[in-house]
Each structure stands twice: as structure tokens, then as C-alpha cells.
């Protein structure tokens, strides 16, 4: 499994930003499919997940804010960043897992990419 993500960039706080992340390979494999991020001196935290069956999680600082969705096209999910604030500011890393993601780890990540929301 690969897993391209995009979309991060430079944003005004309140202001909103949408990622991608598309798995291609063998994602028949993939239960679920998320977001962690990693701000500096921060541990990694599990942003939002939703699994196969549809079962949505969202990180409570995100809760209200943020939503994630399955594409079209298959295998796709998106994140719509709302409100965006200053503490958002992160690498996030798209992510899929066998099972569930959870506890930092994932079976298969793709590479990160950077948000920052300018006060």
C-alpha cells in the first residue's frame, strides 16, 4: 500500500484547508485510513480515522472543526480543516492501518505534509 497525501500549506487563523490522502496498491488490505500530526515538542496524536464499516474518530482538540470523509475516487479520504488555529500547526501524516489506527501507529504512512496557521 502507498498512501499520496496533500493539500497542507500557509493559512490565516479561521481560516480552512482541505487534505487528500489516495491509497493505491494493495488496499484491500485497509481497514482504516486517518490522520496523525506532530507539532514540535509534541507527541504524535491521532487527529481524526474512519474505518471500512464508517466509524468516524475525531481527536478532541479537532471536535467540531474538522472533518473527515472516503472519496470518490475510491480509496480516498479527505480532511476539511475549519477554524483553523495557531495550535494546529503540524506535520500531518495520512495514515491506514489493517485494523484500527490508534496509539501512534499505523501498518503503512505516507509522507507528511505541512500546516501552519499564521495568528
Known amino acids: 500500500v502507498q498512501l499520496q497525501a496533500s493539500g497542507g500549506g500557509l493559512v490565516q487563523a479561521g481560516g480552512s484547508l482541505r487534505l487528500s490522502c489516495a491509497g493505491t496498491?494493495?488496499?484491500?488490505?485497509?481497514?482504516?485510513m486517518g490522520w496523525y500530526r506532530e507539532a514540535p515538542g509534541k507527541q504524535r496524536e491521532l487527529v481524526a480515522s474512519l474505518t471500512g464499516r464508517g466509524y468516524v474518530y475525531y481527536g478532541d482538540p479537532v471536535k467540531g472543526r474538522f472533518t473527515i470523509s472516503r472519496g470518490p475516487p475510491e480509496n480516498t479520504v479527505y480532511l476539511e480543516m475549519n477554524s483553523l488555529r495557531s495550535e494546529d500547526t503540524a506535520v500531518y501524516y495520512c495514515a491506514a492501518d489493517r485494523f484500527r489506527l490508534e496509539g501512534g501507529q499505523a501498518d503503512w504512512w505516507g509522507r507528511g505534509t505541512q500546516v501552519t496557521v499564521s495568528s
Open positions: 496498491g494493495s488496499t484491500r488490505s485497509i481497514n482504516t
